[in-house]
C-alpha cells in the first residue's frame, strides 16, 4: 500500500498564498500520476488538480486555473499544490491521491485507489 501524508494547510487570509506537500512512501511514486482534491463541509469530494507521471501533462478545475500549480518532485518522492490569490471559497480539506494506471478520466476521484488524510485550508478574514 502507499502511504500520502499531506502537510501545509492552515488559517489565512483572502488573497495569500499558501503552499501544500504531500509525501508519499514508497518507490514507484515517479511513475503515479497524482492528483489534489478538496471537500467542503457538506459538499462532495471536488478535483482541483492533476498531474502525469511523465509530468508533462496537467489538468485544472476550472475554479483555481490560473491561480493554483501541481508540481512533483521525483526524487523526494512529493507532491505540491502551490495556491495563490486564495479566496474563501477555497476553504476546504485538501486531499493528495495517487494512482499507478487511473481508471477513466484523472478527474475523477474513483480514478485513484491512494489517498492522504487531508489537511486543512482555511479562507477568512
Known amino acids: 500500500q502507499v502511504q500520502l501524508v499531506e502537510s501545509g494547510g492552515g488559517l489565512v487570509q483572502p488573497g495569500v498564498s499558501l503552499r501544500l506537500s504531500c509525501a508519499a512512501s514508497?518507490?514507484?511514486?515517479?511513475?503515479?500520476?497524482v492528483a489534489w482534491f478538496r471537500q467542503a463541509p457538506g459538499k462532495r469530494r471536488e478535483f482541483v488538480a492533476a498531474?502525469?507521471?511523465?509530468?508533462?501533462?496537467?489538468t485544472y478545475a476550472d475554479s483555481v486555473k490560473g491561480r493554483f500549480t501541481i508540481s512533483r518532485d521525483n526524487a523526494k518522492n512529493t507532491v505540491s499544490l502551490q495556491m495563490n490569490d486564495l479566496r474563501p471559497e477555497d476553504t476546504a480539506v485538501y486531499y493528495c491521491?495517487?494512482?499507478?494506471?487511473?481508471?477513466?478520466?484523472?478527474?475523477?476521484?474513483?480514478?485513484?485507489?491512494?489517498w492522504g488524510q487531508g489537511t486543512q485550508v482555511t479562507v477568512s478574514s
Open positions: 514508497g518507490r514507484t511514486f515517479t511513475r503515479f500520476t
Open positions: 491521491a495517487a494512482d499507478s494506471s487511473p481508471t477513466g478520466t484523472i478527474t475523477r476521484r474513483e480514478a485513484y485507489d491512494y
Open positions: 498531474m502525469r507521471w511523465s509530468t508533462t501533462s496537467t
